[in-house]
């Protein structure tokens, strides 16, 4: 037989983000919770908890920046792949980085092809349409993603506001409890004096 969490009803698992990062359940009875629980390992769970969803909204963070810039290089490609076929009957000149800050000039006689840096130092030749359709379906798929992440990213930043608010229900009822214990022991020292 295996042994039921204590714990596991913090987190769902039935309602996901787009990378499947579990949400965490708002704890709206604090003393009902904590009946059958260690409220220090409650309150560690909840700390962890707060520090993988801080771990995951500086991730997400960072992919929406890097996915903003990939988006917008593509764009900028797929306007000058515009430009260039609309002047594919024409001569002139154009400026272009040679390497980081040095630029050159050359001129461009009736293009037939455009050339598309892929990365991982592969560049090909395509055909005006080819290149627009490949900068098309990787400006789309870029878009999806940053979509998604913008998402995930809103989704972690409400876990970690339901995960503040958890611990501190759950330290404030610890002190309370604590404050409660005090006053009963106080007042069994004092009937003890009595009698």
């Given at each position: 037989?295996?042994?039921?969490?204590?714990?596991?009803?913090?987190?769902?698992?039935?309602?996901?983000s787009?990378?499947?990062?579990?949400?965490?359940?708002?704890?709206?009875?604090?003393?009902?919770?904590?009946?059958?629980?260690?409220?220090?390992?409650?309150?560690?769970?909840?700390?962890?908890?707060?520090?993988?969803?801080?771990?995951?909204?500086?991730?997400?963070?960072?992919?929406?920046?890097?996915?903003?810039?990939?988006a917008?290089?593509?764009q900028?490609?797929?306007?000058?792949?515009?430009?260039?076929?609309?002047?594919?009957?024409?001569?002139y000149?154009?400026?272009?980085?040679?390497?980081?800050?040095?630029?050159?000039?050359?001129?461009?006689?009736?293009?037939?092809?455009?050339?598309?840096?892929?990365?991982?130092?592969?560049?090909?030749?395509?055909?005006?349409?080819?290149?627009?359709?490949?900068?098309r379906?990787?400006?789309?798929s870029?878009?999806?993603?940053?979509?998604?992440?913008?998402?995930?990213l809103?989704?972690?930043?409400?876990?970690?506001?339901?995960?503040?608010?958890?611990?501190s229900?759950?330290?404030?009822?610890?002190?309370?409890?604590?404050?409660?214990?005090?006053?009963?022991?106080?007042?069994e020292?004092?009937?003890?004096?009595?009698?």
């Open positions: 037989m295996t042994e039921v969490d204590p714990y596991k009803i913090l987190f769902e698992q039935d309602i996901k787009a990378s499947n990062i579990p949400s965490v359940t708002f704890i709206s009875n604090v003393d009902d919770f904590l009946k059958d629980k260690v409220i220090d390992e409650v309150f560690n769970r909840l700390q962890e908890a707060h520090q993988k969803y801080k771990y995951y909204e500086s991730k997400l963070t960072n992919n929406v920046s890097l996915l903003t810039v990939r917008k290089q593509l900028e490609s797929l306007d000058i792949v515009e430009r260039v076929e609309k002047k594919k009957d024409d001569t000149n154009v400026q272009y980085e040679l390497s980081e800050g040095v630029y050159s000039s050359a001129e461009v006689k009736e293009p037939k092809s455009i050339y598309l840096w892929l990365g991982a130092n592969v560049m090909l030749e395509y055909s005006f349409e080819e290149a627009g359709e490949v900068l379906k990787n400006k789309e870029v878009d999806r993603q940053l979509k998604e992440t913008i998402q995930d809103g989704f972690v930043k409400d876990q970690i506001t339901t995960t503040d608010v958890n611990i229900r759950v330290y404030n009822y610890d002190v309370l409890q604590k404050r409660k214990q005090k006053q009963n022991k106080g007042r020292e004092e009937e003890e004096e009595e009698k």
